[in-house]
């Protein structure tokens, strides 16, 4: 199979890149409600294989599932959540990061860019990387022209660029383990995920993960602390409204994250008063 074919398979695929340890991920990880591998992607990152349950009957795109993610992995923790995912059609990114709206960037499959160029620039700046060759290199990604060839491989295509995409990142200590290749199918990936040294495998929601010693661990709502109680207002804050724009826009990716953050949030609030009568 060439590489160009494996993103124009018709099974989905996407990883979730959390600038953290994996403790602190594995604290955060139940508010997604579906058990993943979890391994180290590099220098102070981590990286969620998804298995793909939510799209792999192909009620609910990729990109839509991936984005309210990140949405509810970046309100719940202090530092960014980059998801990458791919189609039959198209690839791209989605950046999330506290309460500010997600950026993100999409190619078709034989490399097209289909996003916006300021989309790039603020990705870039978010993530604190280096305004002029980070942010030249980017730009490169958001050409179609005969150059692009030479310098993302042969087609361009669209797991091509996302490559590109991940190279600029290296130099921010992005690295990825073996056999975690953009465009590969979910079950290709959560198989080779599961194979490497070091995996754990996140809990389900409702579950007490099990290390303690993570920075995030006086904020969950097992604790019944100050911080869980204010975390646990926080996500019901902003659950409420994304669940509703999620409805509206009829985009269950969205409307589950805002679930997933109204019920995480409910638990840690009720968690807490019971603590306390």
């Known amino acids: 199979m060439s590489t160009e074919e494996s993103v124009s398979a018709p099974t989905p695929g996407a990883l979730l890149l959390c600038r953290a340890e994996p ?13 993943m591998p979890l391994v180290r992607g590099g220098a102070q990152w981590s990286a969620l294989v998804p298995e793909g349950g939510p799209w792999r009957d192909g009620r609910e795109p990729v990109d839509r599932v991936v984005a309210g993610w990140a949405a509810a992995l970046a309100v719940g923790a202090p530092w960014p959540v980059l998801a990458l995912w791919w189609d039959a059609d198209r690839a791209g990114y989605v950046l999330a990061s506290g309460f500010r709206r997600p950026v993100g960037y999409v190619w078709l499959a034989d490399g097209t860019p289909a ?5 790039m620039r603020t990705f870039a700046a978010r993530l604190g990387l280096d305004p002029v060759l980070d942010v030249q290199s980017l730009d490169r990604l958001t050409r179609a022209d005969p150059d692009a060839e ?4 042969a087609g361009a295509g669209a797991r091509a660029r996302l490559r590109g995409l991940l190279a600029v990142l290296a130099r921010g200590g992005i690295s990825l383990p073996a056999g975690l290749d953009p465009g590969e199918g979910a079950a290709r990936l959560g198989a080779a995920a599961r194979a490497l040294p070091g995996v754990r495998r996140t809990e ?36 409420l409204p994304l669940t509703v724009w999620g409805l509206r826009r009829r985009s269950g990716g969205w409307a589950a994250a805002g ?19």
């Open 115 to 119: 996003g916006e160029d300021e989309a």
């Open 150 to 153: 030479r310098e993302f491989g």
């Open 259 to 277: 679930a997933l953050l109204v019920g995480h949030g409910a638990l840690g609030a009720a968690y807490g008063l019971s603590r306390h009568t």
């Open 23 to 35: 403790d602190s991920v594995a604290a955060v990880a139940p508010l997604l409600g579906e058990r």
């Open 204 to 239: 389900s929601a409702g579950l007490r993960p099990t290390v303690d010693e993570s920075p995030l661990a006086a904020w969950m709502p097992w604790t019944g602390g100050p911080g869980a109680r204010v975390l646990a207002l926080t996500q019901v804050a902003t659950g």
